[in-house]
């Protein structure tokens, strides 16, 4: 019988597992139809007599107001507990009502930093994000796009393991958007690198609407050649972010180490990637009349 692949994922309880079918999923199809229900039982409600109910992907994208896009690439990475039986996604409705009330979540600050440019509205922004997890897959970094405010448009692609590590913590978040706003006030138009607040490399692209600036693309997550950050550094950073040094040592690794030229190479296609998320947005307002 083929083995069934258990990923740990965060949990408000004891614990909560993702269930994916191996590559021969459709082999053990019909085992995973018997069995999961009674694993679901188990892990959502620790064993007791009662379960809680079960939402759909539909259902949490209407709890959390979030496009479903997003709801999926919340259960992948962890910062919603989810079950995955098959194709399909399952959550927790007590744990998610319990997120919704829980101010530490990416979805609160998301929903307390949502964009009120016009970008926002005029967008479609489905279609931006699969373009920009696109990019951020192909050139192996973290991309995010956000107003002249720092305030985010999409949610990040492809982020890197000491972002999603940090990213839940508000005051964390927060010179996350300060950074991204300061970066808006620079008077250098062509993308160049800059340190961003959590130590690593990051740069930006200009997302204009007809001769108005409305955006910006970034792109982040890149490790300088001085890193690892000494001890010293270390300290001074944890200190800026308002965490302890424990929380940042594990995930100093998981970060994007790119070459000069592979830098080079991101840095001339972050205004290029700018420019056609432009381009959507001004054929957008002549639609839209």
């Given amino acids: 019988m083929h083995a069934m692949h258990m990923h740990h994922m965060h949990s408000m309880q004891d614990v909560t597992f993702v269930i994916r079918d191996s590559a021969e999923s459709h082999c053990c199809y019909p085992f995973c139809t018997r069995i999961i ?10 064993g007791s007599e009662s379960m809680s109910t079960l939402l759909t992907a539909k259902d949490v994208q209407e709890i959390l107001l979030v496009d479903r896009s997003t709801v999926y690439r919340m259960a992948e990475d962890g ?3 989810a ?3 098959g194709r399909q996604w ?19 600050h998301n929903n307390q930093s949502t964009s009120s440019s016009r970008l ?4 479609p922004l489905d279609c931006v994000q699969l373009v920009q997890d696109g990019f951020a897959d192909a050139l192996d970094v973290m991309i995010i796009m956000t107003d002249m405010q720092g305030n985010p448009i999409t949610e990040p692609s492809n982020p890197c ?3 999603t590590a940090l990213h839940a913590y508000p005051q964390v978040w927060q010179t996350c958007v300060d950074h991204w706003h300061e970066m808006a006030a620079k008077p250098v138009i062509a993308p160049t690198f800059t340190h961003s607040s959590l130590g690593l490399l990051c740069a930006r692209g200009l997302i204009r609407v007809g001769s108005s600036l409305e955006g ?16 010293t550094q270390l300290d001074n950073m944890a200190h800026k972010l308002g965490v302890t040094v424990d929380l940042l040592q594990p995930h100093l690794d998981d970060v994007y180490h790119l ?21 959507i947005a001004s054929e957008r307002t002549i639609l839209k009349g």
């Fill in 37 to 46: 229900p009674s694993i679901l039982v188990h892990y959502f409600t620790n």
């Fill in 79 to 81: 910062r919603i507990p």
């Fill in 83 to 85: 079950v995955k039986v």
């Fill in 90 to 108: 399952r959550f927790d409705s007590a744990e998610i009502h319990t997120l919704l009330g829980n101010k530490n979540t990416v979805a609160q």
């Fill in 120 to 123: 926002h509205d005029i967008l």
């Fill in 161 to 163: 393991g000491l972002f």
């Fill in 216 to 231: 910006m693309v970034f792109v982040g997550g890149l490790a300088p050649d001085n890193w690892p950050p000494t001890g």
């Fill in 259 to 279: 070459t000069s030229a592979e830098r080079d190479h991101v840095l001339a296609l972050i205004q290029r990637i700018a420019d056609i998320v432009s381009h």
